[in-house]
C-alpha cells in the first residue's frame, strides 16, 4: 500500500524532501509512544488512525492520497521498511471536538488502534464556537481505555485561521490540555508559523487557494514531520513508574547505620 500511495503522489509532494526543512526539535513529542514501540519490538502489525475534520480527510489536496494520513503512510514505510504499518484515515470535513466524539467508539476504536492522531480545535476558531477542555479529556479517556498512544494536532497557520481572535487561545488550550493529560503534541500551528516568519514562504507554498486548507505540499511537510516525531519517540528509552520515582525521591535515603559519603 504504502509503495502505491508513493507512486500515486503528485510530484510537487514527492519532491517534499527537497522543500521541507523541518527539524525534530521543532516536532520532538514530550513522552514516547510505548504502545507503538511494543508493537515494533515484538514485530506484530501497528494501527494508526488520523481522526479529525477536513484537514485530516485531505481536503486542499489534489487527491486522496496526499492527505497528511496517507502521506504518513508513506513516510513510516521509510522509517520502519521491515514492519507492517497501517493508517487509517477518519477525517470527516466541518466536524467541532463534540462531533468527533460521537463516532469515536465506531469510527476509531473499532479499529482497534495502536496511535490515535487527534487533530482538532480549528472548526471552533473560525466559527467562535465557545470551546472547553473537557471534550478533549473525555476523548483522551476513551483512547486510553483501550491502551492506545495519542498524539493531538493543533490548528493551521492559514489566513482564514489566524484573523481569528480567538485562535491564540485554542493553540494555547490544546497546548496546556495535552501537557496537563501526559499526553503528546504535533504543534502543526508553529511549525506552520515557521514557514511563514521564519523560512519566509508565502502562504500559497503550503496553503491551498481557499486559503484555509493545506496544499500537497504543506501535508507532506507535515506527514515529513509526524514522521520524524513518531520515529524518535518510539526509540526512546521507557522508564518504569519505580524507576521515576526513584529519580525524583529526595532527599535520598539509606540503609540503617548508613550515611552519605
Known sequence: MAMLLGAMLPARAQAVASGCNISLD??????????????LASEEPITIVAVGSSSTAGAGASSAAASYPNQLAVELKQHFP??????????????NVDDMLKRFDTGVLAEHPDLVLWQLGTNSVIRDDKFSDTSIHDG???????????????????PKVIVKAGVASMVELIATTAKREDVDLFPRFNVMKHWSEVDHMTFETFVSPDGLHMNDWGYAC????????????????????????????????????????
Do not use: C, Y
Request: proline share 7%; no cysteine; hydrophobic share 45%.
Open 82 to 95: 521491515n514492519h507492517s504499518i497501517a493508517v487509517i484515515n477518519r477525517g470527516v470535513g466541518g466536524e
Open 140 to 158: 483522551l479517556n476513551k483512547i486510553r481505555a483501550v491502551g492506545a498512544d495519542v498524539v493531538l494536532i493543533d490548528p493551521q497557520f492559514a
Open 222 to 261: 507535515m506527514a515529513k514531520g509526524l514522521g520524524m516525531a513518531i520515529a524518535e519517540a518510539v526509540q526512546r528509552p521507557v522508564l518504569s513508574a519505580k524507576a521515576i520515582s526513584d529519580l525524583v525521591r529526595w532527599p535520598p535515603t539509606f540503609p540503617t547505620g548508613e550515611r552519605e559519603r
Open 26 to 39: 521543532q516536532v520532538r513529542f514530550a513522552n514516547p509512544l510505548a504502545r507503538f514501540a511494543h508493537k
